[in-house]
């Protein structure tokens, strides 16, 4: 089939070139014409494991292609998806890019005479397929049911795992309108075995919702067991974790062998969660509940208290140090998670900036953030950026574990010891072995056990 993707980030460019591997043609629409001329040069914005090589691939078999011109993009297609981005505005969703994405949609296909059906990707609302997007396309194209067809086909890719997560998902969702749109909108997933569920607009909406909302609340409950860990002699929240994880629930046996599945490792104390998703979709929710008079407690504790838990590893510096003026603290990891590049929302940015309120000289590394110029989120603020973990290290009074990406889980604790001016380890994602580190002479303090340790 044609595809048509609006937008060129994550989900946008990672849904076009699995497509385009599976055998269609595709074509992703862009608003930036460098950012477009880089795509087709093969060369990715973003960083994610496997999809350069993928790209330059699809490319070469001229099955894939990026360009800015919106009407041909569209109008040469069988199919559009819409995957511009939905950010919150004071919680609220911003539905600002879906409805203009969905205007030169609709305007594009006014002179499209077959039969074309739009799919909406991007997270949005339940009901704003139906009440936002659909009276913008039928208006701006002056096309009815008959030949416009309409989907909601919300994406379920984890960044870090996005190429992997597109090639092969776990489960593929189709709200539709009628029955002949999700038909025709199914065939681009003909080759893929998972799990089909075909089911009205407003259900495939939610369902995105919840699946990232679960996880966000198991993240936060963590955080909560940590912080009365943290506060009870003797407890160490991991030695908890341990103990909970094994629960066959948990960790079933297949063929006599234990597995660990990935829902586990948000049942872990960290310092919160972050992204370009969980956070910005929690809020949408919890606002979106408010407007209908449904008061959703459980999930206005989940988002207060990852808001306040990067809060708890500046809390542990300042336990160190006392005081955090002229002290140079290292930082270890920026994105919101490893194998990424992300640092939407990220804790370690929170962190960063408290430290930097505090009156720290912050030094920074991450392998993956920023490559020539310092992050955006970041921008103006006084904190130094380095190549090399190292380089973080040396001279540092406080380091803070961030980020739990491989390098930094390989430090032994003895290049603490050597490098800085007091081995002071604050590990906020709990990946070092206490007794290890306490042995080797690393005053080591972290979430989810008391200072003391
Ligand atoms: P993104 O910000 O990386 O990309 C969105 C892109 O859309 C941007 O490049 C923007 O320039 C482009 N865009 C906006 N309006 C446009 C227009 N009129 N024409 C052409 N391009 C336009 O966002 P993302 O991370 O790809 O997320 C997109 C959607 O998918 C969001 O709703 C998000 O919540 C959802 N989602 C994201 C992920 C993820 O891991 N990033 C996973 C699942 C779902």
């Known amino acids: 089939m044609n595809v048509s993707i609006i937008g060129t980030g994550y989900v946008g460019l990672v849904t076009g070139v699995a497509l385009a591997h599976a055998g269609h043609r595709v074509v992703c629409v862009g608003r930036n014409s460098d950012k477009v001329a880089s795509i087709n040069a093969g060369k990715a914005p973003f960083f994610e494991t496997g999809l350069e090589v993928l790209l330059r691939r699809v490319i070469a078999q001229r099955r894939f292609t990026a360009t800015v011109d919106f009407a041909r993009g569209v109008a040469d297609s069988h199919v559009t998806i819409i995957a511009v981005g939905t950010p919150t505005i004071d919680g609220a969703i911003d539905l600002s890019q879906i409805k203009e994405a969905a205007r030169l949609v609709g305007e594009a296909l006014s002179k499209k005479r077959s039969y074309h059906v739009v799919a909406v990707k991007s997270t949005v609302v339940p009901g704003t397929t139906e009440s936002v997007v659909w009276p913008i396309l039928a208006n701006a194209s002056g096309k009815s049911a008959k030949s416009l067809g309409l989907c909601m ?208 000289d912050v030094v920074c590394h991450d392998p993956q953030a920023y490559k020539a110029e310092e992050p955006e989120a970041l921008r103006g603020l006084r904190v130094r950026f380095v190549k090399d973990y190292a380089s973080a290290l040396t001279d540092a009074d406080a380091a803070v574990l961030a980020t739990a990406w491989d390098i930094y889980r390989k430090i032994p604790p003895q290049d603490f010891v050597r490098l800085m001016r007091k081995p002071i380890v604050v590990d906020g994602r709990r990946v070092y072995d206490p007794s290890k580190f306490t042995r080797a002479g690393v005053q080591y303090l972290a979430v989810g056990c008391a200072s003391e340790l």
């Open 153 to 360: 086909n919300p994406e379920f890719l984890r960044e870090g795992n996005a190429m992997e997560d597109a090639l092969d998902p776990d489960r593929i969702v189709i709200g539709s309108s009628d029955s002949k749109s999700a038909q025709a909108y199914a065939k681009l997933f003909s080759k893929n075995t998972c799990p089909v569920f075909f089911t009205n607009l407003p259900t495939a909406e939610m369902s995105k919702y919840v699946s990232n909302i679960v996880l966000a609340t198991l993240v936060s409950f963590s955080n909560e067991m940590g912080r009365l860990a943290a506060q009870t002699r003797g407890v160490d929240v991991v030695d908890v974790w341990r103990t909970v994880h094994a629960d066959r629930r948990w960790s079933p046996k297949i063929r006599g062998k234990r597995i660990t599945p990935g829902i586990i490792h948000y049942l872990y104390t960290g310092c919160g969660y972050g992204g370009s998703c969980f956070p910005k979709d929690t809020k949408a929710l919890y606002h979106f509940a408010l407007q209908k008079g449904v008061s959703m407690s459980m999930l206005g504790s989940t988002i207060a208290i990852n808001d306040q838990q990067p809060h708890r590893l500046v809390e542990l510096v300042l336990h160190a140090l006392g005081e955090l003026h002229g002290k140079r603290v290292a930082v270890l990891g920026l994105t919101f998670k490893p194998n990424t590049d992300d640092i939407r929302e990220s804790p370690s940015i929170a962190v960063v900036r408290e430290l930097v309120d505090c009156g720290a």
